[in-house]
């Protein structure tokens, strides 16, 4: 089975809970998020999680996902079943590197028959989707 992974990766020069006061409050996901919205669920090991994602070149579509594992100022990691054999994992990590410096990551890994064909034809919107969404993070943590 073919596993594909879309991942940006920034620096953010700002404590982890700062940035975690974003990723951590679904009602806030407006503020920094335009792709993923109407968020709800709560935090709890295999939480169920609904949203609308709007990825660009993408019809707009519900997700219901599984929170897979959470960690506080650390990471956020949700699962979905998208068909007959192919899934994908969506992930938000935080890496403190000192007391106001970060390293945040976004991205999905893709599994399955279709993941390789959805990846092949989506992969630029996509990642271009998750460095925006890095950028609007690290704005709004660092102001």
Same mark, same amino acid.
């Given at each position: 089975?073919?596993?594909? !992974?879309? $991942?940006?990766?920034?620096?953010? !020069? ?16 407006? $503020? ?6 109407? %968020? ?14 709007? =990825?660009? @070149? ?23 079943? *998208? ?5 994908? %994992? !969506?992930?938000? !990590?935080?890496?403190? #590197?000192?007391?106001?410096? +970060?390293? #945040?990551?976004? @991205? ?18 996509? *990642?271009?989707?998750? $460095?925006? #969404? +890095? $950028?609007? =993070?690290?704005? =709004?943590?660092?102001?």
């Amino acid at each position: 089975m073919e596993t594909t !992974r879309i $991942e940006k990766r920034i620096g953010i !020069r700002a404590p982890a809970e700062r940035i975690w006061d974003f990723i951590g409050d679904f009602d806030r996901w407006h $503020e920094w998020n335009p792709y993923e919205t109407e %968020v709800s669920g709560y935090f709890g090991f295999g939480a169920p999680i609904s949203l609308i994602e709007s =990825l660009p @070149g993408l019809p707009s579509r519900q997700v219901e996902a599984r929170l897979g594992d959470w960690q506080p100022q650390s990471q956020m990691i949700w699962s979905e079943k *998208r068909g007959f054999m192919f899934s994908s %994992v !969506r992930f938000i !990590r935080i890496e403190q #590197l000192a007391p106001r410096s +970060c390293i #945040l990551s976004q @991205g999905v890994n893709f599994s399955g028959l279709r993941g390789e064909l959805f990846h092949d034809k989506h992969k630029a919107p996509i *990642r271009s989707a998750y $460095e925006a #969404l +890095c $950028e609007n =993070l690290k704005q =709004l943590a660092e102001a």
